[in-house]
């Protein structure tokens, strides 16, 4: 069982911020799979984790491998946080969020955001119009943000990689990466699965399972 979404968070992470050990990372948004992926990636690479998240998830993000987790409805994140970071990823990608993650990075730093414009570009204007859109797009940001912080800003993107997989799996395996499935559905009842995402009726993740 692969989920594609940590599979290229992997890479991202690895590859394009160049994670170290004591590297101070942020994830905006740590209480949803994939941010819970970011986090115990990032600690199974030897950063230092903060993220944001509500206040159901804080028990659950401090026990996968955050050291500081901010309740984003109680706390003023800003004022919570101290310090810059070296890498912020941002699973939720509304402006207010990467203004705040722009702000929060060291000069060198790299913001990686899930929710980049190419996906709703494309689907507004179609393939051969929104994707020179969407670029367009990244490029003024990546040179804006180059000029005016001095950070590196980029969409995170699927790509194939053999390595990638492989180091989830040896992870998952160590008990270094847990990711918690909220239902399970047989393979017969693929509707009622995206139905019960879509309504927001299972708020983890659902796995189909294939006999």
């Known amino acids: 069982m692969v989920n594609w979404s940590l599979y290229y968070l992997s890479r991202n992470l690895e590859q ?3 994670i170290e050990i004591r590297q101070r990372v942020l994830v905006l948004g740590g209480g949803g799979a994939v941010g819970l992926a970011a986090i115990q990636l990032s600690a199974a690479a030897g950063c230092i984790v903060t993220t944001t998240c509500g206040s159901q998830s804080i028990q659950r993000v401090l026990d996968v491998g955050a050291e500081q987790a901010i309740d984003y409805t ?32 060291k000069r060198g730093g790299h913001y990686m955001t899930l929710q980049g414009e190419a996906a709703s570009l494309a689907d507004r204007y179609g393939l051969a119009i929104g994707l020179p859109a969407a670029t367009a797009v990244l490029l003024k940001k990546q040179f804006q943000y180059r000029y005016s912080h001095g950070i590196e800003y980029c969409w995170t ?14 992870l998952a395996e160590a008990g270094k ?11 017969t009842q693929v509707r009622e699965a995206h139905e019960a995402k879509e309504k927001r009726l299972v708020p983890g993740k659902v796995v189909l399972e294939v006999d």
């Open 16 to 18: 394009i911020s160049r």
């Open 74 to 105: 109680t706390e003023d994140i800003e004022l919570a946080i101290k310090g810059q970071f070296d890498a912020v990823l941002d699973t939720i990608g509304i402006p207010e969020t990467e203004r705040l993650g722009i702000n929060l990075l």
């Open 157 to 170: 993107y699927m790509r194939a990689d053999a390595e990638g997989l492989d180091e989830i799996r040896r």
């Open 177 to 187: 990466m847990k990711i918690p499935v909220e239902k399970t559905f047989p393979i």
